[in-house]
Each structure stands twice: as structure tokens, then as C-alpha cells.
């Protein structure tokens, strides 16, 4: 891709780049609040004139590290985490004035109260339902953020201020969504892993507006190489869509082994892909329309979570997906869980192949998880007439 894609080539040192800028903005005084999920009501951040950041939890490095204080059979992305938080190796975490937490699986709940522990914490209590009692409220929630970002930075967030937050970030989420589009095309124009590195790295952006034109650019480079018949796959290359637990570049194993084993990943519907382009929709209350975002994702911590159920069999159809691979890290029992129901909904509606993957960071299931992929392939190459 980065013989052909000028910006992806851009994208993919924004990490480095960005964590430069980070120390440079934080020289001039400008305040930095580091998120670690997609309910973290950004617009919030942003309306407040600080800089959100998305913080590390995707390698296996710190692991170690953090298993001295946390339980091995914990989830990889929490150990990863607070890893890094520990050994102070994310950068992003490193220049954080504030952490912005919320109250989504147990296990995260008890890490943030050790993480209170290095930096300052907010946590908010994120309901478990989405109903208009949960949305009254997550709204006082908002407000509650609110005060504290106010108190922390000695700031006045103004409705003004709010409204052109709103603005930044749903074009932000437009930018991301038309990105993704693109890849509805058949062949795929870009790699499930290079998508992946280029939204993993997005999230690091320290300037949202600069962000929001390099994703642009990349859409039209890469509609520009469908139009000329450029991909680096065929219109017979399976089609997977990945659904259920964050991955990044770190984690990216499966992701990975797909597309070596003849596969492409054609649309990511977790938490960094599909389920962030939701946008802010218009209202007479803002604050409640940016409640309601939030609490529409379809994340496994809601119950019940029918909107998941509904979003996969829309992108199935969409991004005509041949199979769906449902990743999940050991030790995340709602999607786990969960995992079941998504399965037996996608056989009762879509009637496309189904895999769940029970895996964490390390390397060690690589050789058995090629042989369960290398079959799931073949089970669609024989459901499509014998075609690879």
C-alpha cells in the first residue's frame, strides 16, 4: 500500500509523529485527557479546548509487567493497559492531565481504581441498558463530566463550544465511515491490515482537522485504484467481517493469519471500526443528543444488546461479507457470552459461515488457529461452488 497510497505512507507514521506534537502542545499548556473506549464522550474533551487521545492496550510487551500486580487469566487488553500505564512506556499516557474512564466490564472497573492511583481519574457509570431511564441518567452523567472537566482546566464549556465539537467530531466520524465504505467495493482496494493500521494510528491524532484530510485523501486514492481495477486481492477472495472485542496493531493476529491463508477483512465492526462512525444526530437538547450517541453503541456490556445483532446483519449485506469471524479475547465473558446469540441471528437472517475465535496477545495458538482458519476458507470456497 505505500507504493501507491502517498497517504497511507502518512498515516502510518502518525503515531510516532503525533506523540511529538503531543509534547510540544503540552509545552504551549494545552491540557490532554487520554480515553480507552468508544463511550468516552469526546465532544466533551474537545468543547473544553483539551486534546483526547486514545492510550495504549494493544501490545504484548507490558503484559508481563502488569501480571505482576493483576491476575493472568485477565482479559489482554486490560493487562496491556494498565502494562503500559505501569512501566510508563505510552507516550500518550505519559503527557495525560486527566484519564476519562467508564464503568463498561468488571475487570476494567477494578484496573481504573489502580490507575486512579498514578494519574487523575475520571470515571463515569455507564448504564448497562438502553432505555430513556438509563439515557435520563447518562445525561447527569455528561453533566457530571462536565463540572469536571471545568474545575480540572478552569474552563467554561459554552453551548457554542459544544455545538462546534459536535460539528469536528461527526465529520471526523463521516471521514472514517467513507474510508470504510470503500472497501464495499469487490476486491477490496486496501488490505484488512493496512485499514487496520491506519485506524488504529488515527486514534493517536493530535490535530482532528489534519486527521480528518488524510483520511479524506486516502478514500480518494483509493477509490481512484478500484476505478483503475487495483487490489491486492481478486473478486474471489473470501470476503470476512470481523466482529467482537478491540483489536489494533499489536493484536492484529488474526487479521493477520486471515489474509496470509488466502482471506480478506473487509470490515471491522468492532469498537475502533464501524461502531465509531455513528454520528451525533440533530435534536432540540444537545447534551441529550450526544448522550444518546453513546449510548447506542452496541457494545457486549450492554443487556440486552439487540443493536449488535442488528448492525452485523446490516454490514454483512452491505459489504456482501462471505463468512463472519466473532473474535474474542480469553477472559471477556460478555463477548463470550454473547457470542452465541450473535451466531445463531447471523444463521436465522444472513445464512453466512460463522467462527469464534478465543485467543489473547501471545503467538502461542498461532499453529492452531491457521488450521481452524484455513477450514473456515474452505467451508465458503465450497459454499461458493468450489471457487477459492
Known amino acids: 500500500m505505500r507504493d501507491v497510497c502517498a497517504a497511507f505512507d502518512e498515516i502510518a507514521g502518525l503515531r510516532e509523529k503525533n506523540a511529538i506534537a503531543l509534547k510540544v502542545a503540552k509545552d504551549r499548556g494545552r491540557k490532554v485527557v487520554g480515553t480507552y473506549c468508544l463511550f468516552s464522550p469526546v465532544e466533551l474533551i474537545v468543547a473544553a479546548g483539551a486534546i483526547p487521545v ?148 488515527r486514534g493517536f491524532t493530535v490535530d482532528k482537522r489534519e486527521a480528518i484530510e488524510l483520511i479524506d485523501r486516502l478514500t480518494t486514492e483509493l477509490t481512484e485504484l478500484s476505478d483503475q481495477g487495483v487490489s491486492p486481492f481478486s473478486d474471489r477472495t473470501p470476503r470476512i467481517l470481523l466482529t467482537g472485542v478491540p483489536v489494533g496493531i499489536g493484536s492484529e493476529k488474526v487479521v493477520r493469519l486471515v489474509e496470509e491463508l488466502g482471506g480478506s477483512v473487509a470490515c471491522f465492526e468492532s469498537c475502533g471500526g464501524y461502531k465509531k462512525v455513528d454520528p451525533v444526530l440533530p435534536g432540540n437538547d444537545l447534551l441529550r443528543s450526544i448522550a444518546e450517541k453513546y449510548l447506542r453503541v452496541p457494545c457486549s456490556c450492554m443487556s440486552p444488546n439487540t443493536g449488535r445483532l442488528q448492525l452485523l446483519e446490516k454490514l454483512v449485506r452491505e459489504f456482501d461479507a462471505d463468512g463472519v469471524i466473532d473474535l474474542t479475547w480469553q477472559g471477556c465473558h460478555t463477548y463470550n457470552v454473547e457470542s452465541f446469540s450473535v451466531k445463531r441471528h447471523l444463521q436465522e437472517t444472513v445464512q453466512v459461515p460463522f467462527l469464534q475465535i478465543e485467543t489473547d496477545y501471545s503467538e502461542s495458538d498461532t499453529e492452531q488457529l491457521k488450521v481452524r482458519i484455513e477450514a473456515f476458507l474452505e467451508v465458503i470456497g465450497t459454499r461458493r461452488g468450489g471457487r477459492p
Open 54 to 201: 486514545s492510550l495504549c492496550g494493544t501490545s504484548a510487551t507490558p503484559i508481563p509487567a502488569a501480571e505482576k500486580v493483576l491476575p493472568r487469566s485477565l482479559c489482554p487488553l486490560i493487562k496491556s493497559s494498565y502494562g503500559f500505564a505501569l512501566t510508563d512506556t505510552c507516550p500518550f499516557f505519559h503527557f495525560s492531565d486527566l484519564l476519562l474512564a467508564e464503568t463498561t466490564c468488571d475487570g476494567k472497573k477494578k484496573m481504573y481504581e489502580l490507575l486512579a492511583q498514578m494519574k487523575p481519574l475520571h470515571l463515569m457509570q455507564l448504564p448497562q441498558v438502553q432505555d430513556e431511564a438509563a439515557l435520563d441518567y447518562w445525561v447527569l452523567e455528561l453533566k457530571r463530566l462536565i463540572t469536571r472537566l471545568e474545575e480540572s482546566f478552569g474552563v467554561r464549556i459554552t453551548p457554542e463550544k459544544l455545538a462546534g465539537a459536535v460539528l469536528l467530531l461527526n465529520e471526523e466520524r463521516r471521514s472514517l465511515k467513507a474510508l470504510q465504505d470503500v472497501l464495499k467495493r469487490r476486491p477490496a482496494p486496501i488490505s484488512g491490515i493496512d485499514l487496520l493500521t491506519v485506524l488504529h494510528n
